[in-house]
């Protein structure tokens, strides 16, 4: 779990009329605000499995760990083991049985096949995608001297496809005119492994690089230039220890690594990346699965000019079956969910993250209640 200075980005999100810091609904608590005690008042059926296990997203490892913490104090006796190994392991270990929930920064994909290999693995019963963890990507970048920069969507195309090279091109100049930029190259670092943040990522440039991105998307990096290093920590860590450097990263590595982050203009004027911008970005974000099935619509946010919005957003699901679960298996991890999506959400500002908000939180809790 993060130090509260992660929290000075996205801390008022929990308190303002957007978002509630998902604590529950405590009669005595005005709408919107979180209660003052941290405790949910949704019942918890506690019981089933007593050690479950999940794989998959690093974007989310700070969140899981605050879940579990969660989770430990309202069931005790209970545990869940989070391997951090990325959204493309998550999905292939939760498809093969492997593990009990899958996390991933992007959807099962219908195209590759994840969604009807996934109602195989629940014993032909859909799987659902839960979004219990909002944040936002950072565009992180280390450079002598520099560090107000605002960059447009189409610049952070050309720069990932390395079509821009050098920090004082005169297409980063023109966004920059009191910088004083030096004559460095443009070191690009993305993730090696495969990765949900970095599907985002690219179906972002895909929406707002007006037509500077053609590589496409998906959780392999395309942009075809740079060096990989695996995993969130790894590409932060690469980009803090070299002057130059630019990467990807959810907003809690970029600051553990003391990264600057880049205002993103997509139109209407330089956004910096603060509680408002992100706040105005999730209040946009509408579902497009069907059902139970919580999947985000994101393509508007992304290609967005509204002002004042922070255009990349990641939403981190939890992959669950609806049914086909065993009754041991199914109750603790309805358990687990519960908790995540309530008492769970409180500590996600401190985290570098923004507490899921409350419309969504009631759709979360009838998913979760219906899952068998």
């Known amino acids: 779990m993060k130090t509260k200075r992660h929290g000075a980005v996205l801390g008022l999100i929990a308190a303002g009329a957007l978002l509630l810091t998902a604590c529950g609904s405590d009669a005595n608590t005005p709408q919107g605000q979180a209660p003052a005690t941290g405790e949910s008042s949704t ?32 069931c ?47 014993q032909g019963n859909p799987a659902w995608n839960l979004p219990l963890v909002f944040g936002p990507v950072a565009v992180g970048y280390k450079l002598e001297g520099v560090t107000d920069l605002t960059l447009s969507g189409e610049l952070v195309a050309k720069i990932f496809n390395g079509t821009v090279k050098k920090w004082n091109d005169p297409a980063v100049a023109a966004l920059n005119g ?72 959810e907003l809690s590595f970029a600051q553990d690594n003391k990264l600057s982050i880049a205002k993103i203009d997509n139109g209407s004027g330089a956004v910096e990346l603060n509680d408002a ?45 609806s049914k086909g679960y065993d009754a041991d298996t199914a109750k603790a991890v309805k358990a687990f969910l519960t908790v995540a999506a309530t008492d769970g959400q409180a500590g996600l500002a401190d985290a570098g993250y923004a507490p899921v908000p409350q419309a969504f939180q009631e759709k979360l809790l009838t998913a979760i209640k219906a899952i068998a």
Request: hydrophobic share 35%.
């Open 43 to 74: 019942p918890v059926d506690c019981g089933g499995k007593s050690k479950l296990s999940a794989e998959g997203s690093s974007a989310q490892k700070n969140a899981m760990d605050t879940f579990v913490q969660a989770y430990q104090q309202k």
């Open 76 to 122: 005790q006796g209970a545990d869940l083991a989070y391997n951090a190994s990325g959204s493309g392991a998550g999905v292939k270990q939760f498809i093969g049985g492997q593990v009990d929930f899958g996390g991933s920064d992007s959807p099962l994909s219908e195209s590759k096949g994840e969604v009807a290999k996934a109602a195989e693995r629940c």
């Open 178 to 249: 009191s910088a004083k930029l030096p004559d460095k190259d443009i070191k690009v670092v993305y993730r090696s492994d495969e990765s949900g943040t970095t599907d985002n990522f690219q179906l972002y440039l895909d929406a707002a690089s007006k037509g500077a991105w053609t590589q496409g998307a998906g959780k392999q990096f395309k942009g075809g230039v740079g060096e990989a290093k695996e995993k969130s920590a790894g590409v932060a860590q690469a980009v803090g220890s070299v002057d130059g450097a630019i990467t990807y990263v």
């Open 277 to 321: 911008s992100v706040g105005k970005a999730i209040d946009g974000a509408k579902i497009k699965g069907t059902g139970n099935d919580l999947v985000l619509d994101l393509d508007s946010i992304y290609g967005s000019t509204e002002a004042g919005t922070y255009p990349l957003l990641l939403a981190t699901y939890e992959i669950v079956c």
